[in-house]
């Protein structure tokens, strides 16, 4: 669903991506690691149109999107979320979800301005849509009020949600962790589990080692803007480049000890 190819990227003089290359199936999770300033984000960002790379490919599903506008991008069924939630801050929870039906929608403006039987089937198609992708996830909180006035966990899974709503064949999370505690990153597992069970293909950049190696089917480790390993969780934590790209050369012992700890999945975290 998803083959980057030879990805370069370039800000003046600071290569952001040099080389990158990745791949992501359907029914499948890839994670993206690495340490900060590695870039993960900015691989996302030219995968949905966001950069314009300076060389390289990206294929959605066979077809060249390179440099290609955002939109025409979520229109072949990409949908993305970000490190920080991206939502209408004074609309309610359920028409934030909403939003996201409109790649689908049948409406045009003579539709919304006239109320025609269109309109208002295409009212209630969104609706109930959006409706069963906050059950999806899990939602607990008032679907009325406003989306500001929810925890930063239940913000989370009302972007997730968006996402879904989109009917996406590849979605992209960004860091869907950051903020949440040990029991709303359980319920994320179990979510991401069941987003994977639908049949997209899922890229997921991640800092929780523990999650990454507990719902990928392969990991896929940045360091200085290119991909240093790629394959199954267990071949890619016992990998000696990979611990050395989280601690460098000058890491001792202990230190290096510990690392390896971590990216063998955090202990029972």
Same mark, same amino acid.
């Given at each position: ?5 030879? =990805?370069?990227? /370039? ?8 080389? =990158? ?7 499948? $999770?890839?994670?993206? $690691?690495?340490?900060? +300033?590695?870039?993960? @984000? /900015? ?8 950069? !314009?790379?300076? +060389? ?9 999107? @390179?440099?290609?506008?955002? /939109?025409? $991008? ?17 609309? /309610?929870?359920? *028409? ?19 109320? @025609?039987?269109?309109?208002?089937? +295409? ?15 899990? =939602? ?19 972007? #997730? ?11 992209? =999370? *960004? ?29 997921? #950049? ?21 991909? $240093?390993? *790629? ?6 934590? !016992? ?12 890491? *001792? ?17």
């Amino acid at each position: 669903m998803l083959r980057v190819e030879d =990805l370069r990227l /370039s800000f003046g003089g600071v290569r952001a991506l040099d080389g =990158l290359g990745f791949e992501a199936a359907p029914g499948e $999770i890839v994670s993206l $690691i690495g340490p900060n +300033g590695a870039g993960k @984000t /900015s691989a996302f960002n030219c995968v949905t149109g966001f950069y !314009r790379p300076t +060389g390289g490919r990206v294929l959605v599903d066979g077809t060249d999107v @390179t440099g290609r506008r955002p /939109s025409a $991008i979520a229109a072949l069924g990409v949908s993305r979320t970000f490190q920080s939630p991206r939502l209408f801050r004074e609309l /309610s929870v359920l *028409d934030n979800v909403r939003s996201g039906t409109h790649l689908w929608l049948r409406q045009n403006v003579f539709d919304a301005l006239l109320h @025609t039987p269109r309109f208002k089937r +295409g009212e209630r198609e969104a609706t109930d849509e959006a409706h069963r992708w906050l059950d999806f996830v899990g =939602l607990r909180g008032d679907r009325a009020g406003l989306v500001r006035q929810l925890p930063y966990g239940e913000q989370r899974r009302v972007e #997730i949600a968006r996402a879904l709503a989109r009917r996406p064949r590849l979605l992209l =999370l *960004d860091e869907p962790a950051a903020g949440l505690n040990h029991g709303e990153k359980a319920e994320l597992l179990d979510l991401l589990r069941r987003i994977r069970d639908l049949g997209a293909a899922v890229a997921l #950049i991640e800092h929780d080692m523990g999650l990454v190696m507990e719902v990928s089917q392969r990991v896929v480790v940045l360091n200085f803007g290119r991909g $240093i390993a *790629d394959g199954p969780p267990g071949a890619v934590r !016992r990998d000696p480049a990979v611990i050395e790209a989280y601690l460098g050369r000058d890491a *001792d012992e202990a230190e290096l000890a510990a690392a390896r700890e971590e990216v063998r999945g955090a202990g029972t975290d």
